[in-house]
């Protein structure tokens, strides 16, 4: 089996800063993409960012410049620095991971989501 947990989210004031932790954990032979989506009340799912093995990104237009991806491969873990933060962030944020697992079968794989809240 493989899971991944997230950790990070909260309540924050606009203009600040958090930090997202997504950790994949179980059956992996090897991650290909890890990324994070997220969905706001009453509207669809939407992409936030993505980063490969090799560390190649991808950052959705209404983040860019305020939020950075990373990944440390030994630790299976992605990263989401999100800075400058807009009450239209709050959403809950989920973390992805298309990997393959020890039967050699690629698929993707979701965490549970944790809520971030911009508020004053």
């Known amino acids: 089996q493989v899971h991944l947990v997230e950790s990070g989210g909260g309540l924050v004031q606009p203009g600040g800063s958090l930090r997202l932790s997504c950790r994949a954990s179980?059956?992996?032979?090897?991650?290909?993409?890890m990324g994070w989506y997220r969905q706001a009340p009453g509207k669809e799912r939407d992409f936030v960012a993505t980063i490969s093995s090799d560390g190649s990104t991808d950052i959705a237009e209404p983040v860019k410049g305020r939020f950075t991806i990373s990944r440390d491969n030994v630790k299976s873990t992605v990263y989401l620095q999100m800075d400058n933060l807009k009450p239209a962030d709050t959403a809950v944020y989920s973390c992805?991971?298309?990997?393959?697992?020890?039967?050699?079968?690629?698929?993707?794989?979701w965490g549970q989501g944790t809520q971030v809240t911009v508020s004053s």
């Open positions: 179980g059956t992996i032979f090897s991650i290909d993409y």
């Open positions: 992805y991971a298309l990997l393959e697992d020890y039967g050699r079968r690629t698929k993707d794989y």
